[in-house]
């Protein structure tokens, strides 16, 4: 089997110009901390996605958000970070962009209703410029 050409650990705070230059590009808020955030580095240790987690109210994991460096999709970097998650906490939560529903159906994540989204996250969407644009989708994934 081939090895992954990254790897994940936890975030660190000096990660965050590298996490908040892919958040900047993908026209996302920069984070406030690497607090709860995983990230996949390359051979050198340079973050080359990332991914926060956020809970709810009633504990449940939001994915919020994952991120991929442009030159690095197509390695498995987001599913990855994903799948991770996953196997962590055992259900995932999150709003999906447009673009990115495909990605995650074929991840199984299946639609939602916005009352199944932490209400500060939800509240992200509300008033939203780019609400048309951006076509958001809440989905969830809960292991078996």
Known sequence: MTRAPFTIRNGREDDLPY??????????DSLPSAEAVRVAVNDE???????RI???????AHVNPVVTCATWRGWGVGRALVEEALERFGELRLVA???SIPF????????LGWDDIASPIASEC???????????????????
């Open 19 to 28: 996490l908040n230059a892919y958040a900047f590009a993908e026209g996302m």
């Open 45 to 51: 240790d340079v973050p080359v996605g990332f991914l």
């Open 54 to 60: 956020r809970r709810g109210d009633d504990g449940v």
């Open 97 to 99: 962009r447009g673009e």
């Open 104 to 111: 995650y159906r074929a991840l199984g994540f299946q639609e």
């Open 126 to 144: 509300d008033g939203c410029e780019m609400y048309g644009e951006c076509q958001p989708l809440p989905m969830g994934r809960r292991l078996p």
